[in-house]
């Protein structure tokens, strides 16, 4: 369970993150020349700088489980 529990945690922000950006792209909020730079920033910037971090701060003589 807790594995769950980790595993919603990190996915859950991402998934409202989408849901919001769909709902102001809908109320044209948001155009297309905007949601290509911006995707462009996350998957190029944002989210291996977040990885990183969460990597850096772990243990990894106590987290890693290879029968995991």
Known sequence: MENFV???NATI???LVI????FLQKVHL???GFNKTA???V???ALPI???RSMAGMDFYI?????F
């Open 43 to 45: 998957f190029k910037c």
């Open 50 to 52: 977040s990885l990183f």
């Open 30 to 32: 948001l155009n297309d």
């Open 6 to 8: 980790f595993a919603l």
């Open 13 to 15: 922000p991402v998934f």
């Open 63 to 67: 987290e890693f489980d290879p029968g």
């Open 19 to 22: 849901l919001v950006g769909f």
């Open 39 to 41: 995707n462009e920033y």
